[in-house]
């Protein structure tokens, strides 16, 4: 007894306890869902055959009808606008964010960590809120777009087919700004001070300093801000449940949330485990480019 | 000589702590001048404030007869190298180099042509297309030293550049750096708070102390006539005895307060009576024959360091006194010092210690 117990601490024992744990989390609650979603994607899934493998396999027959359904292209380009919108504001105002806290001023600090309270929340009460904010009738927006004389007649933000789309990107970049103002700020902490000192020894302005210090030295942390951020609007859910539910009639609709509504509304498992699959292979790519960036940063 | 740097009655306050005290001071063109004091004694301010990157409470910089006072770094044509030699760490050492000249849109033509002159100066060749975290400090060093020299500023500011370094790099870039000095024809100003580099270096030595400049000029002079007992425990090393004494009823003799009251002659005249500190640097103690045979001191021996070349005695005594000769000492209880009345230093025994004139 003695000597297994030596054995499973001094020996291979613990360290193959450990790796077990880890990777067996990993198959159980990461990979065997991935692989049966895939699985799904090629088979012909109803709720009767949901909790069995024995399906009919109907080829790329899912991928066809998915591709073929007119609303297809309409979502697509729902969901590159949602993500490259939210990204790029994300990234422009929590960059210009972090450079402001990063000004010395009283209470600094304390306001940088004011921000942090759309981070905590969970998005669906930050859905919640936003839906009263951006509400048609009685919301605190078009009141205040009414008196600053912008607008006339209410706009109906979230059953307007031409403004749904971007009220919900508007709540999503409130909800992302935190995330990146924080991570930013990480990294221009991190550019020594006595390099800005040398640059304008150097003759370099504020912005020339912007453009040849703060930037490039910056590289790693954008590239991480920017695959992170496309990764989580890409998993953005919430908010749509909360505030259009992918309306008014698809125009405000995006990938995860359609795959979710052909999986668990429409009972069409099968269509909807192709579009996660589509949006998988996608978030692998930009994994990758994550996994990069990362690396160019551990290396310097 | 023409005035290069000018610096009149400078003042700073960080809040209510007073940085800089009244410095004022006159750097001539060519001129390699040191800033030497503890640490905290405002030496790195004041550079700070000479590059512009420390704003001044009062006070105006004159730097080649242009008032910069209120003038951004950038437009005051200084280069500076840091203590931690702040190169950009994304740039390989060829875009370190050129930083200034690219911001200033020179053309290729004339920036290729400094980089050469420069990496032969500096010794950088084969080293352009590397990232500075693949340098030694040695070699960081001559890239943050090439930087500032590309630039051909009205002067160099050096904030402790050898403070990174080993003992010997130190001592090899420390003449190198005096070389490149005379050879450029520069104006620099060395901050350091190593006194032996300020006196090896420099033509003209300030000592500053808490903000206020004890003393400056040549350093033969500050050694051989510090104004009061910080200056002369500074400068020098290993650092003066300094011993209590009362002058003798003749005026012209100082009784030391140390075992058996030794009276030593200092060949001048002070008031009887009077309370003083005398003053002995470590190699001004002989213990071969002395030239006044009779204004000697024997004291007890605690412990003797030999370094081959130095030994180094250290008197049995309160307050100890130590011995810096040239000469290998042999183990013994007792030592016996012959003094020259004219090396002998007498200041006031009070807070602000200010030499006594003999």
Wanted: glycine share 8%; charged share 15%; proline share 5%.
């Amino acid at each position: 007894m003695l000597k297994f117990t030596n054995t499973f601490r001094d020996g291979i024992g613990f360290d193959t306890v450990l790796v077990v744990m880890a990777l067996g989390y990993l198959v159980v609650f990461s990979a065997y869902p991935l692989a049966y979603n895939l699985l799904m994607s090629f088979q012909s899934v109803d709720l009767f055959t949901l909790t069995s493998f024995d399906r009919p396999f109907v080829g790329l027959d899912n991928y066809r009808e998915v591709l073929s359904r007119p609303e297809t292209a309409m979502i697509f380009w729902n969901t590159v606008k949602f993500v490259g919108l939210s990204v790029l504001a994300q990234l422009c105002v929590g960059f210009a964010l972090a450079l402001f806290f990063q000004l010395d001023f009283p209470a600094a600090t304390w306001l940088r960590g004011l921000f942090l309270a759309g981070w905590i929340m969970p998005a669906l009460v930050v859905g919640a809120v936003w839906s009263w904010v951006l509400a048609g009738d009685f919301g605190v927006l078009n009141h205040m777009l009414r008196q600053i004389g912008v607008i006339r007649e209410n706009i109906f933000w979230l059953s307007d087919p031409d403004v749904a789309l971007y009220s919900v990107i508007i709540a999503n970049i409130w909800l992302g700004v935190p995330f990146n103002m924080i991570l930013l700020s990480v990294g221009l902490a991190g550019i020594p001070k006595d390099v800005y000192e040398a640059a304008s020894m150097d003759g370099a302005g504020r912005v020339q300093q912007f453009f040849t210090i703060t930037l490039p030295m910056m590289r790693a942390q954008l590239g991480a801000v920017i695959s992170l951020g496309v990764i989580f609007t890409l998993q953005q859910f919430d908010l749509f449940a909360a505030l259009t539910q992918g309306g008014p009639s698809n125009a405000s609709n995006v990938f995860q949330y359609w795959s979710w509504q052909l999986a668990f509304q429409n009972y069409e498992i099968g269509l909807g485990s192709v579009v996660s699959v589509l949006m998988i292979g996608f978030v692998i790519a930009v994994a990758f480019i994550y996994v990069r960036s990362t690396r160019y940063e551990q290396e310097s | 000589m023409t005035c290069q740097i000018s610096l009149d009655r400078i003042n700073k306050y960080y809040g209510a702590y007073h940085a800089l005290r009244d410095v004022s001071l006159q750097i001539d063109q060519g001129q390699f001048v040191a800033l030497v004091g503890p640490s905290g004694c405002g030496k790195s301010t004041l550079l700070r404030t000479i590059a512009g990157l420390e704003g001044i409470t009062d006070g105006t910089i004159t730097i080649a007869g242009e008032d910069v006072t209120h003038l951004a770094p950038r437009a005051r044509d200084l280069a500076m190298v840091f203590q931690s030699y702040a190169l950009y760490p994304h740039m390989t050492v060829r875009r370190n180099l050129t930083y200034s000249m690219r911001l200033k849109r020179r053309t290729r033509a004339e920036i290729d042509h400094a980089v050469t002159e420069i990496t032969r100066i500096t010794g950088l060749e084969g080293l352009l297309e590397r990232y500075p975290r693949e340098l030694s400090g040695g070699q960081r060093q001559r890239v943050a030293m090439g930087r500032a020299i590309i630039r051909d500023p009205k002067a160099f500011l050096f904030d402790e550049p050898l403070s990174n370094l080993d003992a010997a790099l130190r001592v090899h870039m420390r003449a190198e750096i005096r070389k490149l000095h005379n050879r450029l024809g520069a104006t620099s100003v060395y901050v350091t708070h190593d006194q032996i580099e300020a006196m090896t270096m420099a033509d003209h030595v300030v000592v500053l102390r808490a903000g206020r400049v004890e003393q400056q000029g040549a350093p033969l002079d500050l050694y051989d006539r510090p104004v009061n007992r910080f200056v002369a425990g500074f400068i020098g090393s290993p650092a003066m005895n300094f011993i209590p004494a009362t002058v003798t009823p003749d005026g012209g003799h100082v009784s030391l307060e140390l075992p058996g009251q030794p009276v030593l002659r200092f060949g001048g005249r002070r008031p009887a009576g009077e309370a003083v500190m005398v003053g002995l640097r470590p190699e001004h103690l002989q213990t071969g024959p002395s030239p006044d045979a009779a204004n000697r001191l024997t004291l007890p021996v605690a412990m003797i360091e030999r370094t081959g070349a130095q030994s180094y005695v250290v008197c049995d005594t309160v307050p100890e006194v130590m011995v810096s000769a040239p000469v290998r000492v042999e183990d013994t209880d007792e030592i016996v010092l012959g003094i020259d009345p004219a090396q002998l230093h007498l200041f006031a025994p009070d807070e602000a210690g200010l030499r006594l004139d003999i």
